[in-house]
């Protein structure tokens, strides 16, 4: 379902943070994906991460 795979997304949010400071490059990466990334479910795109309200 697309709250599953968004609750992946969270899950893998909370493992890199833990690893801050290891490689800068794929920090940004990640912090992008996190930031802007999309999931495709049943045609729509929806955030990888729901916005916080």
């Not at 697309?2 to 490689?23: D, H, I, M, P």
């Amino acid at each position: 379902s697309l709250e599953r795979a968004q609750q992946y997304f969270s899950w893998a949010q909370k493992v890199t943070n833990g690893c801050k400071g290891v490689n800068s490059k794929l920090e940004q990466i990640l912090e992008n994906l996190y930031s802007n990334g999309k999931i495709l479910y049943e045609g729509n795109e929806y955030p990888a991460i729901p916005q916080q309200k």
